[in-house]
């Protein structure tokens, strides 16, 4: 069994964040202890190198290992470079051969734009992964920060990937197993045909819609169920539904 927990959308800042929810989240997440945490985007609210020092210190604070990709925010005031300083790689794989699963990160983040793409380069790069993926029959995940379809309860379709309709149907005619994004602060699920493309919500930013509530994913995933489970801090969790994992 796998467990993995999906953050995203934190906001640090001192106008956006909500620290207490935050810190909530973080206690909740420990107790569970997940194999490691998938963080999708917009760590900070403008990009400002102190906002990623703090973002470094409270991610700290959890006892997973961490994976993050940056957002629209983060890529604002040079937070692109930040990013990589403070952070990690923008784009990355993780590999695990005994367990037989894959995670591949992207930057769907473009300087000063709210507008993402993910691009030719990283493109032919996610196309020769996925293929060695299939060849090798692997569990495969792929994280990105802006949504690839768009999300119900958001108003006015804005900023879906630029170049979602080719990366789309490269994760769909790969198979990928699940694509993890984040960015529109609603959670969400979508499945297109043996893919299933899962929005989090925000856990922690202040931007909430409606009567919303922070939130994040948790997946648990065993030889033949994919779980997603969407947790809202504080709250009980709620089921977003059991998928059978694609047979190969
Ligand atoms: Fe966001
Ligand atoms: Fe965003």
């Avoid at 760590?43 to 409270?58: A, H, P, R, S």
């Avoid at 990105?144 to 900023?159: A, L, Q, S, V, Y």
């Avoid at 529109?184 to 930013?205: D, E, Q, R, Y």
Wanted: with cysteine; charged share 25%; net charge negative.
């Amino acid at each position: 069994m796998l467990t993995i927990a999906h953050i995203s959308d934190l906001h640090v800042s001192d106008s956006d964040f909500n620290e207490d929810v935050f810190l909530e989240a973080v206690d909740e997440i420990n107790a569970l202890a997940p194999d490691f945490i998938i963080l999708t985007g917009d760590l900070t609210n403008k990009g400002y190198y102190t906002q990623f020092e703090k973002v470094k210190q409270y991610l700290e604070l959890f006892d997973a290992p961490i994976f993050a990709v940056p957002g629209n925010h983060d890529a604002r005031n040079l937070g692109d470079e930040t990013f990589e300083e403070l952070i990690g790689e923008a784009s990355w794989k993780l590999a695990d051969k005994e367990n037989k699963f894959v995670v591949i990160g992207l930057d769907s983040s473009l300087p000063d734009l709210n507008e993402g793409s993910i691009g030719k380069p990283q493109k032919l790069w996610l196309d020769h992964q996925l293929d060695e993926c299939v060849i090798n029959e692997l569990f495969t995940i792929v994280a990105f920060h802006h949504h690839i379809i768009p999300i119900p309860k958001t108003g006015r379709e804005r900023n879906v990937l630029l170049d979602a309709g080719d990366i789309l149907k490269t994760l769909v005619d790969h198979e990928v197993d699940m694509v993890l994004v984040g960015h529109k602060h609603v959670p969400n699920v979508w499945k297109m045909n043996n893919t299933l493309i899962i929005n989090a919500g925000s856990i922690s930013s202040k931007k909430l819609r409606g009567n919303d509530v922070n939130s994040y994913n948790i997946y648990y995933i065993d030889e033949t169920t994919i779980n997603i489970v969407l947790k809202k801090v504080g709250k009980e969790p709620i089921s977003l539904g059991q998928y059978p994992k694609n047979v190969y």
